[in-house]
């Protein structure tokens, strides 16, 4: 069966991809430890800024059906 073993090889090549991206993806979250920041190591979460402004997720910049903002997050802040 031609098809089958065609549709198992895709199967496997999907999983592949797979794993390997999300290894690459936990791989590039280790380099940068404590938000890219050394400084923030020893630090507990009271001690940090974390910017943001009211529903700033929600803007049309990045193709929200229902946008509350304008402008991307960077440009809000």
């Not at 496997?12 to 890219?36: D, H, K, Q, W, Y």
């Not at 920041?37 to 193709?63: A, F, I, K, W």
Request: aromatic residues 6%; hydrophobic residues 40%.
């Amino acid at each position: 069966m031609p098809g089958r073993k065609s549709a198992l090889w895709l199967a496997a090549a999907i999983s592949v991809l797979t794993f390997t991206t999300a290894g690459l993806a936990s791989a590039a979250t280790r380099e940068r430890p404590c938000n890219g920041s050394v400084e923030l190591c020893s630090r507990t979460l009271d001690q940090v800024v974390l910017p943001g402004t009211h529903n700033s997720m929600s803007n049309e910049e990045y193709g929200w059906a229902i946008p509350n903002q304008h402008y991307s997050i960077p440009t809000q802040l």
